[in-house]
């Protein structure tokens, strides 16, 4: 008897940048460990509405190359702006035949490039790494870069930028890679990098030759306009575990630097557990514990600013709970933003068993963080 063995089943994960003049998608393929890249340019009286004409294109090749979203493990869109009315405009375009299968995550491009980075060998990360966004005379850039060179290594993302008219630079300057070129070697005196990568309309050209060769000159040097899709696909892999561990402060709009959590008991010594990371998006962040209460139905909430490394304490009174004995009472926490610095934390009675059931009230607690 003969057996014929068909094609082992692989995990592929789509990131889509859905950008003003592109749309970038990048899928990875877990078995071949490799990404491919397509791009597809917005004419431009389609820029309007971006993401509309953004999924628009996505869709036309899907549909041309027999796709559907079925067949991706993981779908990550991300977008330079990421604002609630962005990202309730793409929510709206997806249709039904997507979101029965995937969630709509959508990340910044400051994560993405971060993601991206701490996803590659250790080479690319663990020396400082400085990616340049240039579009519209403005150049955006983060700057990743190790704060803390010891035993437990920690980690630090910036993200800034400059206005380059103010720096006298202007696009259609014929002498612009000579002022660029200077702009380049006084930033990297203040920011030294080892691995830069370049995106963005502003390096399209020939323009670049002084530039270049300062900025290659003991460094290596990419570029490329697929880096954030690249960044958003590989979030499939799973989360980047210096992030989990705390190791990882992400200084930008809309990333999270505070951890929330209550302190345990463990030999007889009070530790802090958190129940949420930091280095994510606030809609993105979230975390969840259970907690037995003893004798008091009072629960007291630790909150870590990581980016100053203080701390400070809230206490939450849960009321109207059912008499029980010490220890028969879990609480289901629930930690949820709405903002960078702000949030709610639900309580929930869960009771114990069926000796003690659960009420299933829920106890909401607002938060403000100390920025």
């Known amino acids: 008897m003969e057996y014929v063995m068909g094609e082992l089943e692989t995990r592929k994960f789509a990131g889509i940048d859905l950008g003003k003049y592109a749309v970038q998608l990048s899928v990875y393929d877990e078995a071949a460990a490799e990404t491919t890249e397509e791009s597809f340019p917005l004419p431009e009286k389609e820029q309007e509405d971006y993401i509309a004409s953004g999924l628009f294109y996505i869709r036309r090749y899907m549909e041309a190359n027999h796709i559907n979203w079925e067949m991706y493990q993981g779908v990550y869109f991300t977008m330079e702006d990421t604002s609630r009315q962005c990202r309730k405009h793409l929510e709206e375009l997806l249709d039904e035949d997507f979101k029965k299968r995937h969630s709509v995550n959508v990340i910044t491009h400051f994560r993405s490039f971060v993601e991206y980075v701490f996803h590659q060998e250790r080479a690319v990360w663990d020396?400082?790494?400085?990616?340049?966004?240039?579009?519209?005379?403005?150049?955006?850039?983060?700057?990743?870069?190790?704060?803390?060179?010891?035993?437990?290594?920690?980690?630090?993302?910036?993200?800034?930028?400059m206005n380059l008219e103010e720096q006298g630079i202007h696009e259609d300057d014929e002498?612009?890679?000579?002022?660029?070129?200077?702009?380049?070697?006084?930033?990297?005196?203040?920011?030294?990098?080892?691995?830069?990568?370049?995106?963005?309309?502003?390096?399209?050209?020939?323009?670049?030759?002084?530039?270049?060769?300062?900025?290659?000159?003991?460094?290596?040097?990419?570029?490329?306009?697929?880096?954030?899709?690249?960044?958003?696909?590989?979030?499939g892999l799973g989360p980047v575990q210096l992030m989990e561990d705390g190791m990882l402060?992400?200084?930008?709009?809309?990333?999270?630097?505070?951890?929330?959590?209550?302190?345990?008991q463990e030999s007889g010594k009070a530790k802090y557990v958190p129940i949420t990371s930091i280095g994510r998006e606030w809609y993105n962040t979230v975390g969840t514990v259970d907690i037995i209460l003893d004798k008091s139905q009072k629960v007291e909430f630790f909150y870590h600013n990581t980016k100053e490394n203080e701390m400070e304490s809230a206490a939450c009174e849960i009321r109207d709970l059912p008499a029980r004995p010490p220890k028969t009472t879990r609480i289901r926490i629930e930690v949820q933003f709405t903002a960078q610095t702000e949030g709610v934390i639900l309580l929930k009675d869960m009771g114990f068993g069926s000796m003690f059931p659960g009420t299933g009230k829920v106890t909401v607690f607002p938060f403000k963080l100390i920025s």
Not at 132 to 137: G, Q, R, T, V
Not at 182 to 199: C, D, E, G, S
Not at 249 to 264: A, C, R, S
Request: glycine share 8%.
């Open 175 to 235: 002498n612009r890679d000579y002022h660029f070129s200077r702009l380049m070697k006084q930033f990297l005196v203040k920011n030294p990098a080892h691995i830069i990568f370049l995106t963005g309309r502003g390096f399209e050209g020939n323009w670049m030759k002084k530039t270049l060769t300062y900025l290659c000159a003991g460094r290596r040097v990419f570029m490329g306009q697929n880096l954030y899709a690249n960044g958003a696909c590989l979030l």
């Open 127 to 161: 020396r400082n790494t400085l990616l340049l966004d240039y579009s519209e005379n403005v150049l955006r850039y983060i700057l990743v870069e190790q704060i803390r060179p010891s035993r437990q290594k920690a980690y630090r993302a910036v993200l800034k930028e």
């Open 249 to 264: 402060l992400m200084q930008g709009p809309d990333m999270v630097y505070h951890t929330i959590g209550i302190l345990t």
